[in-house]
T-cell receptor, first 117, second 112 residues
Framework: GAVVSQHPSWVICKSGTSVKIECRSL??????MFWYRQFPKQSLMLMAT?????????EQGVEKDKFLINHASLTLSTLTVTSAHPEDSSFYIC?????????????FGPGTRLTVT | QKEVEQDPGPLSVPEGAIVSLNCTYS??????FMWYRQYSRKGPELLMY????GNKEDGRFTAQVDKSSKYISLFIRDSQPSDSATYLC????????????FGQGTRLTINP
């Protein structure tokens, strides 16, 4: 149980284009999902907290107009990187917290590697 | 000073050894403590989850939390080459869901 998927697993795009990454909780409902980015050999950096049916909460320094987050259902959140640039190349990971657990567990997706050329 | 400090290693030990991984933290509001294992190019996998102080054991893994010292540990007994990964400690407070603050991660290699 507690499986989170991400799609695509990797993507290469040209500078200036937009890329959408999907995060799905496969066997549980998640009121809250989180988006992280991770640079090589570094820890995870929280970008934003996504709550179903409401606007995402972005961490300081994260451009909300560049990283668009939509959490339209209890099992799906999407991250769209708009007008991507090479410096946006990174490993993007989502996590989901079960709605009914009453706990503070987060289950992570396998990540999406974005390369902007 | 970072909220959570973790020695990035790398740490290399022979197969069968007992491994000790540690994190210190500065925020006394943290109540939930987790250890994640991350293989290269994969998402983190939840290993252990502890609330407040105390010990928790799961197979070869033991998590310890000492809130008075703001220090948490993960012990791996009878380490196996398949345990080679990056181990991340994470913690959160007691206010809703549930921003995690991660340590830098420790790269562990178990040598056959």
């Amino acid at each position: 149980g507690a499986v989170v998927s991400q799609h695509p697993s990797w993507v290469i795009c040209k500078s200036g284009t937009s890329v959408k990454i999907e995060c799905r909780s496969l066997d549980f409902q998640a009121t809250t999902m989180f988006w992280y980015r991770q640079f090589p050999k570094q820890s995870l950096m929280l970008m934003a907290t996504s709550n179903e049916g409401s606007k995402a909460t972005y961490e300081q320094g994260v451009e909300k107009d560049k990283f668009l987050i939509n959490h339209a259902s209890l099992t799906l959140s999407t991250l769209t990187v708009t007008s991507a640039h090479p410096e946006d190349s990174s490993f993007y990971i989502c996590s989901a917290s079960p709605s009914t657990s009453g706990s503070y567990e987060q289950y992570f997706g396998p990540g999406t590697r974005l390369t902007v050329t | 000073q970072k909220e959570v400090e973790q020695d990035p290693g790398p740490l290399s030990v022979p197969e069968g050894a007992i491994v000790s991984l540690n994190c210190t933290y500065s925020n006394s509001a943290f109540q939930y403590f987790m250890w994640y294992r991350q293989y290269s190019r994969k998402g983190p996998e939840l290993l252990m989850y502890t609330y407040s102080s105390g010990n928790k054991e799961d197979g070869r893994f033991t998590a310890q939390v000492d809130k008075s010292s703001k220090y948490i540990s993960l012990f791996i007994r009878d380490s196996q080459p398949s345990d080679s990964a990056t181990y991340l400690c994470a913690m959160s407070g007691n206010q809703g869901a549930q921003k995690l603050v991660f340590g830098q991660g420790t790269r562990l290699t178990i040598n056959p």
